[in-house]
């Protein structure tokens, strides 16, 4: 039995099991203190007999320290032993990543990915995420892929100065889903219709981003999840815009809508855990 934990800013999602058609997933766990947080998470898995746990965790993280990064915008988790304080109160080995490598890691199990060994993920919603992997492995470094915070050239008209609170204008802070609504006055990037000019701005972006992920991983699928995904025809908007900006220089990858859906995290988290070595 695998333990799984997607550890998100606003709540916490665990799960047991061995697979996505065997597993139990708890409700959502709001994300409090680390003290009050963990020992729910712990209640959950209480006298479960568990081989390995795996934590697809919000960031950013020092995963070789298996902490939070003191980056974090949770102040309460800042420097926070994650890693540690999970394996210490489920008995088991863990392994700690982001949750966008966790979801990666479960679309190349169970989903999207699951013939390729060389591929990027990007999830585009509240924020933009990403990961890739290069010959079946996720890639790692100085720290973990940022996708969200490249550069990108901006749309022709487009005055909107970027909501990212670190660079302004990078890709998140003109084009996750609150940057949408910030732009066009609305709650929610949703309640804009599919014939709103927005959209086609949105597919600028996300175009411009296939082609710099496909400069520098030159990947053979480019998995696109998170809700903006979902609006009809942004696959394929997405793909003739990158078409447009790669101007036949190199060869673009399929691009495709993510298969895990809203258990993406959690997921993740499972696959994680089955990946774990030691």
């Not at 994300?31 to 965790?57: D, N, Y």
């Not at 392994?95 to 966790?102: E, K, P, R, S, W």
């Not at 053979?220 to 003739?240: A, K, W």
Request: charged residues 15%; aromatic residues 6%; positive net charge.
């Amino acid at each position: 039995m695998y333990a799984a934990i997607e550890a998100g800013g606003t709540k916490f999602v665990c799960a047991y099991g061995t697979s996505p058609q065997d597993i139990h997933i708890s409700e959502a766990i709001p994300t409090t203190s680390p003290k009050e947080t963990i020992a729910r998470v712990a209640a959950f898995f209480s006298g479960r007999k568990l081989k390995r746990a795996g934590i697809a965790c919000f960031g950013p993280l020092q995963i070789a320290k298996g902490r939070i990064a003191p980056l974090t915008p949770k102040l309460e988790w800042r420097g926070f032993k994650i890693q540690a304080a999970i394996e210490k109160v489920l008995g088991c080995p863990a392994i700690l990543d982001t949750d966008v490598n966790g979801a990666a890691l479960g679309e190349h199990l169970w989903g999207a990915a699951q013939n390729s060994k060389h591929f990027a993920y990007v999830t585009v919603g509240t924020g933009i995420g990403g990961a890739a992997m290069i010959n079946g492995h996720l890639v790692h470094g100085l720290l973990h892929p940022e996708v969200g915070h490249m550069r990108v050239r901006r749309f022709a008209g487009d005055a909107f100065e970027g909501n990212c609170p670190v660079h302004g204008d990078c890709l998140e802070g003109l084009a996750a889903g609150p940057a949408m609504a910030a732009r066009w006055n609305v709650e929610q990037s949703e309640q804009l219709p599919d014939s709103h000019f927005a959209w086609a701005m949105e597919a600028h972006y996300l175009g411009q981003m296939a082609v710099n992920l496909t400069c520098a991983y030159s990947p053979e699928i480019l998995i696109l999840g998170g809700g903006i995904s979902l609006r009809p025809g942004m696959i394929s908007m997405v793909q003739q815009s990158a078409k447009q900006e790669m101007n036949d220089y190199a060869p673009l990858p399929k691009i495709v809508r993510a298969r895990l859906g809203a258990r993406a995290g959690v997921i993740g988290a499972l696959a994680l855990a089955r990946r774990l070595t030691r």
